[in-house]
């Protein structure tokens, strides 16, 4: 009979107190996500000293509510998987303090895992067939990054922003035109309503030498365009801004989705972060009948424990075990 192995997740990178319980990696016993995103929507953006407040209040209960539906009792967990970094160094903390406690107290290895690499490993438990190598492009708010995954636990960094990162841009342009926070969703709905070409954004591809990505200049321009529409008084259609400026960034994805296979030869795609979510950037990269495509569902593209407790499985099968001693550190990168 195969051996089960269960392992414990805690994600508290952001503004989502997470926790999950997996069966061998990759199948999900239970996975709580407790948002914060009503609360700092108030600021327009994460306030960290808010996050970590919320954090310790929720914390405990995520973990409790995560093994009650999960059947599963403190005794049967094998090992916790906790996010370290990136991320809020406050929050982290919260994450990480209680993972090493419960460690301690329950004589089980812990083993800290690169937020990051986990949103990759969210890909695994969406598709159980799915394999190393291939070729990821993560996007989130804090994060874009081509990655040639050679590995469960290998990465290799091919691309990366130089500046802002698309979700960082979303947020930004949303934010500029009064429509609240996270900028993302809402951008995405309205660009549906909208004129993708009304409005000529740049879309920076940073020549073909080189795999990485620059935002700045686009989210500078569509700042520009505002205030110039602005200061002349002239009607702005909120819709087509959205349309045309999800569309500079759509572009510049693709691009360089298509630069990264044809250097590698790599044809295989996996989409990851909050990013992956949308709806235009899923369906660029799924019309390309060059590329054979995956990306999570909804609920595992945004921050969530599962997909943490993935990526630390493949590591705890590697016997990367980290020490009681582990600190989070708020500008990981990944690979390290």
């Known amino acids: 009979m195969e051996n089960k192995i269960i392992t414990l997740a805690i994600e508290t990178s ?12 990759r199948k999900i016993l239970a996975n709580e996500v407790y948002t914060q995103i009503e609360i700092h929507k108030t600021f327009g953006g994460v306030v960290p000293e808010v996050a970590s407040r919320n954090h310790l209040e929720k914390i405990a209960e995520s973990v409790d509510r ?54 990759i490993a969210a890909n695994y438990i969406a598709h159980q067939t799915l394999e190393p190598p291939f070729l990821c492009l993560i996007v989130s708010g804090g994060h874009t990054h081509l ?31 009064g429509l609240g926070y996270p900028g993302g969703p809402i951008v995405d ?47 702005i259609v909120v ?6 400026f999800q569309h500079a960034v759509v ?17 295989k795609i996996v989409l990851a972060g909050g990013v992956a979510a949308n709806s235009a950037l899923r369906h660029a990269l ?6 054979d495509i995956y990306y999570p569902p909804l609920d595992l593209c945004t921050d969530n424990a599962a997909m943490i407790g993935c990526a630390g499985y493949y590591k705890f099968l590697k016997g990367d075990i980290s020490g ?11 690979g390290e």
């Open 286 to 291: 799924g019309s390309l009948e060059t590329i």
């Open 66 to 119: 995560a093994l009650n539906q999960s059947g599963k009792k403190m005794s049967e967990i094998d090992h916790i998987a906790v996010t370290y970094g990136p991320g809020l160094v406050g929050a982290l903390l919260v994450g990480l303090s209680y993972a090493k406690a419960l460690a301690y107290t329950l004589e089980i290895p812990i083993v800290a895992v690169n937020h990051i690499e986990g949103h």
């Open 147 to 177: 990655v040639k995954v050679n590995g469960y636990t290998e990465f290799e960094v091919i691309g990366r922003t130089r500046d802002d990162a698309a979700g960082e841009a979303f947020d930004k342009v949303s934010r500029t035109l």
């Open 239 to 244: 819709e087509d801004v959205c349309a045309s």
């Open 14 to 25: 952001c503004d989502e107190t997470a926790c999950a319980v997996l069966e061998n990696g």
């Open 251 to 267: 572009e510049t994805l693709k691009g360089k989705v298509l630069q990264a296979m044809e250097q590698t030869g790599c044809h």
């Open 189 to 235: 709905k309205l660009a549906k309503k909208g004129n993708p070409y009304a409005i000529d954004f740049p879309k920076a591809m940073m020549g073909h030498d080189t795999l990485d990505f620059s935002f700045s200049g686009l989210k500078s321009a569509v700042l520009n365009y505002l205030n110039k529409c602005r200061m002349k008084g002239d009607s």
């Open 324 to 334: 009681l001693d582990v600190n989070a550190v708020p500008n990981l990168k990944i």
